[in-house]
């Protein structure tokens, strides 16, 4: 009896942290024995990350590797690079690590926000072709063959950060752990009661409110809205989600799109492209790669769809549609 509450005390032991990084306030919470390494860690990991993709530190390699026109990347920028291009072959160009001159355009990097000239912008956009990358997977060499290119991994960094979390919480011995990257989840396990961790969906067109609730386990949840980065300027609004084919704002009906997988990487990388592919297009894409995540969208018609493979785990009080493999 005494070795049992002994256990259960132990499974019980929770650890958390509050840390800002990655421009977000982010929580990481772990239990169990290992938790207050493992918080540790994670806290280490996600600095470590910051520092090494950040855009605007000049330390980091990613700016060198934007100041220097290539270079011979890290293990960890190597993999997101590789990540990236993959996923900009496969959503047919939406999701676009080399926008960064355009976002930079727009003040999206720095918070100077303005409305680019059209001239400014189709000059700018001539720089944000991926094919224009050179990448040696074997050297891990890059190098970019236009001047003034540059690359910015922060559509796929928190994913992966997160996926990274998962692993050392694994090596701890952590059953039970739950990452919140400024809205960016991912959990390892359920809760320690056995029960699924629910995961509110934010409501894009008033925040302190939420669509849904999921319920998950070894999942990543990550959500893309324009709400999450925007100006106005004469009385319209300029969200942070840039279509790489016209260099503006995506406008496509799509609000709110929550990419729902186990690998985080791949749930961060998803969430921006299919905001910008748009209800049509996300639903085909989904349909040829519903094994590998599932997906909550919610339309400016305040209409939301879930894809089938999630669909008994959401709960909403909103008009809500099942988006089924088969059309």
Same mark, same amino acid.
């Given at each position: 009896?005494a070795d049992a509450?002994?256990?259960? /005390?132990?499974?019980?032991?929770q650890?958390?942290?509050?840390?800002?990084?990655?421009d977000?306030?982010?929580?990481?919470?772990a239990?169990?024995?290992?938790?207050n /390494?493992a918080?540790?860690?994670?806290?280490e990991?996600?600095?470590?990350?910051?520092?090494l993709?950040?855009?605007?530190?000049?330390?980091s390699e990613?700016?060198?590797?934007?100041?220097?026109?290539?270079?011979i990347?890290?293990?960890?920028?190597?993999?997101?690079?590789e990540r990236?291009?993959?996923?900009?072959?496969?959503t047919?160009?939406?999701?676009?690590?080399?926008i960064?001159?355009?976002?930079k355009?727009w003040?999206?990097?720095?918070?100077?926000?303005?409305?680019?000239?059209?001239?400014?912008l189709?000059?700018?956009?001539?720089l944000?072709?991926v094919?224009?990358?050179s990448?040696d997977?074997r050297?891990?060499?890059?190098?970019?063959?236009?001047e003034?290119?540059?690359?910015?991994?922060?559509?796929?960094a928190?994913?992966?950060?997160s996926?990274r979390?998962m692993?050392?919480y694994?090596?701890?011995?952590?059953?039970?752990?739950?990452?919140?990257?400024?809205?960016?989840?991912?959990?390892?396990?359920?809760?320690?009661?056995?029960?699924?961790?629910?995961?509110a969906v934010?409501?894009?067109q008033?925040?302190?409110q939420?669509?849904?609730?999921?319920?998950i386990?070894?999942?990543?949840?990550i959500?893309?809205?324009?709400?999450?980065?925007?100006?106005?300027?004469?009385?319209?609004?300029y969200?942070?989600?840039?279509?790489?084919?016209?260099?503006?704002?995506?406008?496509n009906?799509l609000?709110?799109v929550?990419?729902v997988?186990?690998?985080?990487?791949?749930a961060?990388?998803?969430?921006?492209?299919?905001?910008?592919m748009?209800?049509?297009a996300?639903?085909?894409?989904?349909r040829?790669?519903?094994?590998?995540?599932?997906m909550?969208l919610?339309?400016?018609?305040?209409?939301?769809?879930?894809?089938?493979?999630?669909?008994?785990?959401f709960e909403?009080?909103?008009?809500?549609?099942?988006?089924?493999?088969?059309?």
């Amino acid at each position: 009896m005494a070795d049992a509450q002994s256990q259960q /005390e132990n499974e019980s032991t929770q650890a958390s942290r509050d840390i800002f990084a990655m421009d977000t306030y982010m929580n990481v919470t772990a239990y169990g024995v290992g938790a207050n /390494e493992a918080v540790r860690r994670a806290e280490e990991e996600i600095e470590r990350l910051d520092s090494l993709l950040s855009t605007g530190d000049q330390n980091s390699e990613i700016y060198q590797i934007n100041q220097n026109g290539g270079g011979i990347l890290s293990e960890d920028t190597a993999y997101l690079v590789e990540r990236s291009l993959d996923l900009y072959q496969s959503t047919n160009g939406a999701f676009d690590i080399a926008i960064y001159p355009v976002m930079k355009a727009w003040g999206f990097t720095d918070d100077n926000f303005r409305v680019p000239e059209e001239e400014e912008l189709q000059e700018l956009l001539t720089l944000t072709d991926v094919n224009d990358i050179s990448y040696d997977s074997r050297t891990k060499e890059i190098s970019f063959q236009k001047e003034g290119m540059q690359i910015d991994l922060g559509g796929i960094a928190k994913g992966y950060t997160s996926a990274r979390i998962m692993d050392i919480y694994r090596e701890c011995g952590i059953k039970s752990g739950l990452v919140n990257l400024g809205g960016n989840v991912q959990a390892l396990g359920t809760k320690t009661d056995g029960g699924k961790w629910r995961v509110a969906v934010q409501n894009p067109q008033d925040t302190d409110q939420y669509i849904g609730v999921l319920s998950i386990q070894d999942k990543a949840v990550i959500t893309s809205g324009g709400y999450e980065r925007y100006f106005e300027q004469d009385g319209k609004t300029y969200h942070h989600i840039i279509d790489p084919k016209t260099g503006y704002p995506a406008e496509n009906g799509l609000i709110s799109v929550s990419i729902v997988t186990a690998d985080g990487t791949l749930a961060d990388g998803l969430s921006t492209s299919v905001f910008i592919m748009g209800k049509e297009a996300a639903t085909e894409y989904w349909r040829a790669h519903s094994d590998e995540f599932d997906m909550i969208l919610m339309t400016d018609d305040r209409k939301i769809y879930v894809t089938e493979g999630i669909a008994n785990s959401f709960e909403s009080e909103l008009d809500t549609k099942i988006i089924e493999k088969e059309s």
